[in-house]
């Protein structure tokens, strides 16, 4: 086989291999969000949960600070009673004093409901925050073991670019610019073999007078289709 050819065939898997090893590498972001999505979950779960505990414990400090307001208001009405002349005065200040006493009943089991609201949450939190302690903990993990891939893959990647250095050495210039161009506009698939009569770049079939002469591998040619660098893997070489 023409040396030439040879050493395109091998920059080509090379090249291949890089290829895949940088789409590993350009994988790592995406991996690492997606190993991060569980815990982004819980994290939103449990603020959902503080957010709503803190407005029951709002609810009950607005609740307390009414209570002492209308406790006064009992007191004062209470007092009065000494000042009542006539029985008419007195039971029109029972009723006042009846009905303040009913809005605090009412304003007590807001208190109680909004105690029981904010205590069910605060358990809700405390579950929360062990999930997310738990799954922080299998992130962590997770992560570490990607990051570990991706260096192991940066070390392989260094190792066949090093290769890829020794193999360019031996193809001549105009050689490689025109394997290089052919790698830019051909999605990175330069050197292709031509199977059965038909490129495996562009699936389109070679001339007959032209798979002859390239089944022999003594020259270089391109698919008059897809421009690519052709080759006929011979079973015997
Ligand atoms: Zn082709």
Request: net charge negative; aromatic share 4%; glycine share 2%.
């Given at each position: ?14 090249d291949?291999?890089i290829?895949a ?9 995406g ?9 982004q979950?819980?994290?939103?779960v449990?603020?959902?949960i503080?957010q ?14 009414a ?12 007092m ?7 029985n ?13 006493e ?14 029981e ?7 809700q939190?405390?579950?929360e ?12 993990t ?16 260094l190792?066949v ?5 020794k ?7 105009e050689?490689?610019?025109q ?28 001339p007959?007078?032209l798979?002859v002469?390239?089944?022999?591998n003594?020259?270089i040619y ?11 893997k011979?079973?015997?070489?």
């Amino acid at each position: 086989m023409n040396k030439q050819l040879e050493h395109l065939i091998q920059l080509q898997q090379i090249d291949s291999k890089i290829r895949a090893i940088q789409r590993t590498i350009e994988d790592v972001p995406g991996k690492i969000t997606e190993v991060e999505s569980p815990l982004q979950d819980s994290q939103n779960v449990l603020n959902r949960i503080k957010q709503q505990h803190e407005a029951f414990e709002k609810k009950k400090r607005e609740k307390e600070r009414a209570l002492e307001d209308i406790n006064d208001k009992i007191n004062k009405l209470k007092m009065r009673t000494g000042e009542i002349k006539t029985n008419k005065e007195y039971q029109a200040l029972l009723k006042e004093i009846k009905a303040v006493e009913d809005a605090r009943s009412s304003i007590e089991d807001d208190i109680l409901s909004a105690m029981e609201d904010a205590d069910t949450l605060g358990k809700q939190i405390k579950t929360e925050e062990q999930n997310y302690r738990a799954n922080k903990e299998k992130v962590e993990t997770l992560k570490k073991d990607i990051e570990n891939e991706k260096s192991e893959t940066e070390k392989e990647l260094l190792k066949v670019q090093g290769i890829r250095e020794k193999v360019i050495e031996a193809v001549d210039s105009e050689v490689y610019d025109q394997y290089f161009m052919l790698l830019e506009i051909c999605g990175g698939l330069a050197v292709i073999e031509v199977k059965d009569e038909i490129c495996q770049g562009c699936n389109m079939n070679i001339p007959p007078q032209l798979f002859v002469e390239l089944k022999k591998n003594e020259e270089i040619y391109n698919c008059p289709q897809c421009r690519r660098i052709i080759f006929y893997k011979n079973s015997t070489s």
